[in-house]
């Protein structure tokens, strides 16, 4: 509940499971306060043009909306995170999941076929970083290594007057931003007690090591305070 007014706060009406369906508690919270969910299958890329995916894609899928699909909050389902191959076996699936529960909103993916994003017919809405090429399709402000120079934030025009309509006006579906911001900031070491067993933050020990042996130990706060400021502006623009 908590996680879910902080989001309300800052105006956003739904949250994104990247490659992952949330625990009942999520949907149970969600509910009360009346917020949307998009839970998706357990797929980041993903061959889909072995049967066996499309498949179990359809049996886990199932299962999903027969344990959540009576919660008012689940609103959207996709069937996973950038999928690039076996958009007929995509298809085939969404087509299926509506048959058996036609409540969620579906989506074969969400930023299929990044490299050339095109809206499936079978999507009752489209998540994507850009609706079309050029500058009037992006749908985000940063694009990592699609569009270079890398940088902060990479689209021209900073400031108010800058807004997506003109991506909008390429889909005739509901358009949900992809990924908006990836912006990357420096560990806080100190989180590194909080996890434990197999969540054991090992990536976080190599980080440390490094520093240490840099000799700049001594700056670890200053660093990931530093980046989390520009965090903050980059999200802000």
Request: with cysteine.
């Amino acid at each position: 509940r908590s996680y879910f007014r902080t989001v309300k706060d800052y105006g956003l009406n739904h949250v994104r499971f990247h490659s992952w369906c949330p625990p009942d508690a999520a949907f149970q919270a969600a509910d009360e306060l009346g917020f949307y969910l998009q839970p998706e299958l357990p797929f980041f890329g993903g061959d889909w043009t072995n049967p066996q995916v499309s498949s179990f894609a359809l049996d886990e899928a199932k299962r999903i909306l027969d344990a959540y699909g009576n919660h008012p909050s689940f609103v959207m389902f996709s069937l996973g995170n950038e999928p690039t191959c076996g958009g007929d076996a995509r298809v085939e699936v969404a087509q299926a999941l509506r048959a058996y529960d036609p409540r969620p909103l579906y989506a074969q993916g969400s930023n299929a076929d990044y490299s050339k994003p095109h809206r499936y017919a079978c999507d009752d809405f489209w998540c994507t970083f850009r609706s079309t090429g050029g500058a009037e399709g992006n749908v985000r402000g940063s694009y990592s290594h699609c569009d270079l120079p890398l940088g902060d934030v990479q689209l021209a025009g900073r400031g108010t007057v800058r807004d997506f309509s003109s991506a909008v006006a390429h889909s005739s579906v509901p358009l949900i931003g992809h990924e908006t911001g990836q912006y990357q900031a420096y560990p806080d070491y100190s989180e590194i007690a909080k996890y434990t067993g197999v969540l054991e933050p090992l990536n976080l020990k190599i980080f440390r090591e490094r520093l240490v042996k840099a000799g700049l130990a001594d700056r670890a706060d200053d660093f990931h305070r530093a980046s989390g400021a520009l965090q903050a502006l980059n999200y802000r623009e």
